[in-house]
């Protein structure tokens, strides 16, 4: 079955800064990438996606990239908030089913 | 702004009891999604249906846990008898079907003791 790494585990960032969280999967036939936020005691809400025919998609601060031949993606947050606070999961599908990574504590320090 | 609900949001419980939790997909929405959160194994799939017909069950223990859809706007996932093991955060997620969207509802927290 479908293998997700996410990296890192936990990520502290000063208020303004970038912070940046990668994930690598294992099944090629793989074609649908969310991204989950989820903050203390909250649902996992998505924040953005991306799918197989497309490279990179931004949404305001958020951004995804996708490469499928090495078969990791990354999602980027730029001029980081106290409220980007959270933990962020990425997910991978080739049918309903989604595969999640473990998980990245986002800390932003104002 | 269409939301998936979820009952009970709480449930503490005895060890042997059963346990049965509920949730209301978005409408319109067709694919139906059972997780269970801990910090130990993260989200993990349970079951989930398409069309109210679930596809897939690997992810549940089958002696003691159930799912179904008695209707297209009722979700459950039963646990019959419960078991310390079991405590977690059980969400449930609905999708339009057309695409992989899928968008949780507020869980439910089980403890058992």
């Known amino acids: 079955g479908e293998n997700v790494e996410q990296h890192p585990s936990t990520l502290s960032v000063q208020e303004g800064d970038s912070a940046v969280i990668k994930c690598t999967y294992s099944?090629?036939?793989?074609?649908?990438f969310p991204w989950y936020k989820q903050e203390l005691g909250k649902r996992p809400q998505l924040i953005i996606d991306?799918?197989?025919?497309?490279g990179e998609k931004k949404d305001q601060r958020i951004a995804v990239t996708l490469n499928k031949t090495a078969k990791h993606f990354s999602l980027h947050i730029t001029e980081t908030q106290p409220e980007d606070s959270a933990v962020y999961f990425c997910?991978?599908?080739?049918?309903?089913?989604?595969?999640f990574g473990k998980g990245t504590k986002l800390s932003v320090i104002p | 702004d269409a939301r998936v609900t979820q009952t009970p949001r709480h449930k503490v419980t005895e060890m042997g009891q059963e346990v049965t939790m509920r949730c209301q997909p978005i409408?319109?929405?067709?694919?139906v999604f059972w997780y269970r959160q801990t910090m130990m194994q993260g989200l993990e799939l349970l079951a989930y249906?398409?069309?109210?017909?679930?596809?897939?069950d690997s992810g549940m223990p089958k002696d003691r846990f159930s799912a179904e859809m008695p209707d297209a706007t009722l979700a459950t996932l039963k646990i019959q008898p419960s078991e310390p093991r079991d405590s977690a955060v059980y969400f449930c997620?609905?999708?339009?079907?057309?695409?992989?969207?899928?968008?949780f509802g507020p869980g439910t927290r089980l403890t058992v003791t």
């Open positions: 997620a609905s999708g339009p079907g057309a695409s992989y969207e899928q968008y």
């Open positions: 099944d090629s036939a793989s074609n649908y």
């Open positions: 991306i799918r197989s025919n497309v």
């Open positions: 997910a991978s599908a080739g049918s309903y089913q989604l595969t």
């Open positions: 409408l319109g929405h067709n694919t």
């Open positions: 249906f398409r069309n109210r017909a679930p596809l897939d």
